[in-house]
C-alpha cells in the first residue's frame, strides 16, 4: 500500500511538472513584434529582398555563419544576391525573446528544404539574434547560426 502511494504521489509531481511546462504566457507585444519581425526576415530571404535587409541589418551587424566564418553587413547583403539557394520551404518556429530594456535576444529555429549548391538541402538550424532598439524600431546587430541534427 506504502509503496502505492509513493508511486502515485510521483505520478502526480511528474504531471504536475508536465503541466507547469506546458503553461506558457501570452507573448507581450515586443516579444511579438520580435517574433513578426523574424518571420519577415524569413521572408525577405525567400524573395531575396534586399531592401529590406538594409533596414533591418545595422551598420554594426555581424554575423557568425554555421561554419565558424565571420561576416558583415555587406557580406550578408552580397551573399544574399549571389545566393544560388532555391528553398521551398522555410519554416520558422519555437521562439524564445529575451528582453533587456532596448536589446532583445530572440532564439528560433528554422526549418528549410530546397537546394544549395545544386545539392539538396533538408535541415533544421538554431538560430540567436540580437536586436537593439533604435528610432523606435528594432535593428539587428548580431546573428548565429547552427546546423542541429534533429529536433
Not at 5 to 12: D, Y
Not at 17 to 32: C, L, N
Not at 123 to 134: G, L, S
Request: a positive charge; one cysteine or more.
Amino acid at each position: 500500500m506504502k509503496r502505492r502511494a509513493v508511486v502515485f504521489c510521483l505520478m502526480v509531481a511528474a504531471c504536475m511538472a508536465v503541466s507547469a511546462g506546458a503553461e506558457r504566457q501570452t507573448p507581450s507585444s515586443r516579444e511579438q513584434e520580435l517574433i513578426r519581425l523574424e518571420t519577415d526576415w524569413n521572408a525577405a530571404f525567400m524573395r531575396k529582398d534586399a531592401a529590406f535587409f538594409r533596414n533591418v541589418m545595422a551598420e554594426e551587424y555581424v554575423v557568425v555563419f554555421g561554419d565558424g566564418s565571420r561576416g558583415d553587413r555587406a557580406v550578408e547583403l552580397q551573399q544574399l544576391g549571389a545566393s544560388d539557394e532555391q528553398m521551398q520551404s522555410s519554416i520558422p518556429g519555437d521562439f524564445h525573446v529575451k528582453l533587456y530594456g532596448d536589446t532583445a535576444v530572440v532564439l528560433f529555429t528554422l526549418h528549410s528544404i530546397g537546394t544549395r549548391r545544386g545539392q539538396t538541402l533538408d535541415a533544421t538550424f538554431r538560430y540567436i539574434d540580437v536586436f537593439v532598439r533604435r528610432d523606435r524600431r528594432w535593428q539587428c546587430v548580431a546573428s548565429q547560426n547552427t546546423r542541429i541534427a534533429a529536433i
